[in-house]
C-alpha cells in the first residue's frame, strides 16, 4: 500500500515558486472579499440602526412644535460666548443662505421681543410623514433585517414583499420635500435658533435630508453584496441580492418621480394628501376657453394642442402644462393648470371621429346618500347628473387613451362603492 502512495506520489506534478505565490495571493484575496462580505452586512445593519435613531430625534425635537405655538427664546449670554466660539463652524445654514452667520447676528436676534416661527400647520407640512417613517422603520424594516443579515433569501424577501410599502411612504416623504424646503428657507433664523436652544448637532434641512438618502443607501449595499459575492463564487446569493436590488430600483425609481411632480408650479393641491400615485404620462390637451353650452365648454377658436402631463392619484387627477428642462432632460418643468376630485369625475371616451381622444367631465353636486340627524333623507336627494367638460385629453394612441379610460373609471368605481357602502352603515344605526 505504501508503494502505490509513493508511485502516486512521484507521479503528481510538482508546483513550482511562482505557482504557490499565485495561491497564496489568491487566497489572501478570497478572504479580503469574505471580510468585506461580513463588513458589508454588518455596516448595513448598523446603519438601520442609526437611521431610526435620528428619525426618532427628528421627531423628539421637532414633532412637539406641531401642537404648540412655536416662539423661539432669546440666546442667553453663555449660549452667545459658545456661538463667538464657533465663529463660522455654525451648521445651521443651507447652501443657499449667508455663510457669514456671526455672533452679531445672533446678538440681534436675541435682543427684544422672542422669534415668532412657523406655525403649527406649516411644521406639519415641513415634517410631511417622518414620524410614519419612523414607525415603520422601527417596528418592521429593523426588527426584519436583523434576521436577513443572517439569511440571503430573508433579505431577497424583505426588499420585495416591503417593496410596495417603501414606495408609497417615501413616495409621500418625497413629493412634499419642496414645500418643506421652502418653509425651513422662510424660517431659518428661527430654526437656527431653535437648533442651538435645543443642542442640536445638525441643521433641520440635514436632518430631513435623510429619508431621501435611504433607499441610495440601501441600493449601494445591494449592489456592492451582490458583486461580492459573484466575485466569491457565491452565485445563488448574488442572484438573490439582485432579486432585493430590483425591488428598491423600483421603489427609488418611484419616489424620484414623485420628487419631480413635488416640484409643480403654482398647484393649490396638498399632492402629499392626494392618495397614492396610479398613473401618468405624456398627452395633448387645448385649452378649453369660451362659453358653457349644453354642459359642454367649447374653444372660441383653433388652437394648436399643448404637451402636457396627466396623472391620476386616488383621490385627484391633475393636469399640467410642461417646459423643456435643460438640467433635466428626461425631467421637464411642470406648470399647474388644472384638476379635478376624482369622486366628480365622469368620462367620455367617444369624441367625434378622433379615436385617440376623451374627455373628463365634473359632475356638480354629487350626493351619497348619507342620512344625517337634521337632514334629508336619502330618498329624498335627486341624482344630479350636470356636467361641464373640464379637460379634453388627446393620446399619442386608441390603445392608450383606452388604458387611461379604464384606470381613470376603475378608481372612480372603487371610491362610489366605497361611499354607497358607508352610506349604508349610516342607514343602518338605529
Avoid at 11 to 21: N, R
Avoid at 147 to 155: I, S
Wanted: aromatic letters at 6%; a neutral charge; glycine letters at 4%.
Amino acid at each position: 500500500m505504501a508503494e502505490i502512495v509513493d508511485q502516486l506520489s512521484a507521479g503528481l506534478k510538482i508546483e513550482s515558486d511562482e505557482e504557490m505565490e499565485e495561491k497564496e495571493e489568491d487566497s489572501f484575496a478570497r478572504e479580503m472579499q469574505v471580510t468585506k462580505l461580513s463588513q458589508l452586512l454588518s455596516e448595513l445593519l448598523e446603519t438601520e440602526r442609526k437611521y431610526v435613531q435620528d428619525l426618532e430625534q427628528v421627531c423628539e425635537s421637532y414633532l412637539p412644535l406641531s401642537a404648540e405655538h412655536c416662539t423661539c427664546s432669546s440666546l442667553d449670554r453663555k449660549t452667545l460666548k459658545k456661538v463667538r466660539r464657533r465663529g463660522l463652524h455654525v451648521q445651521s445654514l443651507p447652501d443657499s443662505a449667508d455663510k457669514n452667520f456671526s455672533a452679531e447676528m445672533f446678538e440681534s436676534m436675541a435682543s427684544g421681543l422672542d422669534m415668532v416661527g412657523p406655525s403649527r400647520i406649516e411644521i406639519r407640512q415641513m415634517l410631511g410623514n417622518i414620524e410614519d417613517i419612523k414607525d415603520y422603520h422601527k417596528r418592521v424594516m429593523l426588527p426584519r433585517m436583523e434576521e436577513a443579515v443572517k439569511d440571503v433569501t430573508l433579505m431577497r424577501a424583505l426588499f420585495q414583499s416591503e417593496h410596495s410599502r417603501l414606495s408609497r411612504k417615501y413616495g409621500r416623504y418625497c413629493i412634499n420635500n419642496t414645500k418643506s424646503s421652502i418653509i425651513i428657507d422662510e424660517n431659518i433664523k428661527y430654526f437656527s435658533l431653535y437648533q442651538f436652544n435645543k443642542g442640536l448637532m445638525l441643521r433641520i434641512d440635514g436632518m430631513l435630508i435623510k429619508p431621501i438618502q435611504r433607499l441610495t443607501r440601501y441600493h449601494m449595499f445591494l449592489s456592492s453584496l451582490s458583486k461580492t459575492c459573484k466575485e466569491l463564487g457565491y452565485t445563488e446569493a448574488s442572484h438573490e441580492y439582485s432579486a432585493a436590488l430590483e425591488s428598491i430600483l423600483s421603489a427609488a425609481n418611484h419616489t424620484n418621480t414623485m420628487m419631480w411632480i413635488g416640484k409643480m408650479e403654482n398647484c393649490p393641491l396638498d399632492l402629499s394628501g392626494q392618495g397614492q400615485l396610479l398613473k401618468h404620462g405624456k398627452v395633448l390637451t387645448k385649452c378649453l376657453a369660451g362659453s358653457l353650452k349644453k354642459g359642454r365648454r367649447w374653444s372660441t377658436r383653433s388652437q394648436k394642442p399643448s404637451p402636457c402631463y396627466l396623472f391620476l392619484f386616488q383621490q385627484t387627477v391633475v393636469l399640467c402644462r410642461t417646459s423643456e428642462n435643460c438640467v433635466e432632460q428626461n425631467s421637464p418643468h411642470l406648470y399647474y393648470l388644472n384638476h379635478i376630485s376624482v369622486n366628480q369625475v365622469r368620462i367620455r371616451d367617444t369624441i367625434a371621429d378622433n379615436l385617440n381622444t376623451f374627455e373628463v367631465h365634473k359632475l356638480e353636486n354629487i350626493k351619497v346618500g348619507i342620512s344625517v340627524m337634521g337632514q334629508s333623507k336619502p330618498s329624498e336627494h335627486k341624482k344630479d347628473t350636470k356636467s361641464g367638460v373640464i379637460m379634453r385629453i388627446e393620446c399619442e394612441s386608441e390603445n392608450v387613451k383606452d388604458d387611461w379610460v379604464r384606470a381613470v373609471n376603475s378608481e372612480v368605481k372603487q371610491l362610489r362603492s366605497m361611499a354607497r357602502s358607508l352610506a349604508s352603515q349610516f342607514t343602518s344605526l338605529p
